[in-house]
């Protein structure tokens, strides 16, 4: 019997779309009982991560508890930057939490590079620089202007722009970080894959999303073992 996944998503929604289709996609499957259950909270109305001032965890939180409630067995969260809360959501609910930033670190270390960069918020290239030290490896990151222009990149990818100068824009930067010296680069935002290919840098580009999607499926399916609940 295959263990329940509950998604906390929402930020933003395209890129929860996404990274449900991938679980889709990832899971081996003859007939619709195959599958894993998943139960998303798609909520697109918790305060902003990226807002000093806003305090997200205890909608978190409180998402996480609903999911408990309402079956889940394990969680995910959807979202880079919310990873900040990781701790509390877990305590919160009571579950193992699948860490999208450990399994991209990890990735990382496993493509044989030694120093990765990241396309992220403030927020998840400080947590990546924690978990990818722990792998033995160095950060490449973004230079501060560069690093606003990416930020103002996010916020037109989830208006809903995909286009082709947001896709150049966003490719440019990733090249600005292999330029910088990243022997891999990890979209370590949910967005970033929504117009950045795996092949459109010349190194590694790993989606932090999709290796969640995939390590998702391993632990529900029992093919790899559930996360240690802290605490």
Known sequence: MSKVLGVLGGMGPAATVDFLAKLQAFTPAQKDQDHIRVIADINPQVPDRNDPFAKPGPVLAEMAGALRGAG?????????????????????????????????????????????????????????REYLAAQGMGLVTLPPEAQEAFMALLYRIKGGDTGPEVRQAMANLGQLLVTEGAEAVIAGCTEVPLVLGPKALGVPLLDAGELLAKRCVNVCLGLEPVPVLEG
């Open 72 to 128: 889940a067995e394990v969680l995910a969260i959807a979202c880079n930057t919310a990873h900040a809360y990781a701790d509390l959501v877990s305590r919160s609910a009571g579950l193992p939490l699948v860490d999208m930033i450990g399994t991209a670190a990890k990735a990382a270390r496993e493509t044989g590079a030694r120093r990765a960069g990241v396309l992220g918020t403030k927020q998840a290239v400080k947590l990546y």
